[in-house]
């Protein structure tokens, strides 16, 4: 999983086009906008699988401190269903949900 999100991130990161080269830029407005929320969505997947990225490393650390599985909030054990749909998941759901809404 670790290894498919580095690969996605430097994919993402070779996609994005190169700051303002000055020249072709498109005039048709509707081209303009299209290459601009282009660049915003790979921005913003970029941003996610960033995100993911480290809550998976987080995931890996747990298994080696033998505390994955395990809340990380309350210490309870984490659904096995739970871990099928969010290998990296570091709470119980309701645990979860209250950070959620602190965020
Ligand atoms: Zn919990």
Do not use: F, W
């Not at 498919?4 to 509707?30: F, H």
Request: hydrophobic residues 30%; proline residues 5%; aromatic residues 2%.
């Amino acid at each position: 999983m670790r290894d498919g999100l580095d690969r996605s991130i430097s994919i993402l990161q070779g996609e994005r086009p190169a700051p303002m080269s000055g020249e072709g830029y498109p005039q048709d407005s509707a081209d303009a906008g299209s290459t601009l929320s282009e660049a915003d969505r790979t921005e913003a997947i970029l941003h996610s699988a960033r995100g993911q990225r480290g809550e998976v490393l987080a995931a890996l650390a747990r298994i080696e401190a033998n505390a994955y599985g395990r809340c990380v909030d309350c210490g309870g054990e984490i659904p096995e269903g739970r871990l099928d749909a969010r290998p990296d998941a570091a709470r119980c759901v309701g645990c979860q949900a209250k950070h959620a809404r602190r965020r």
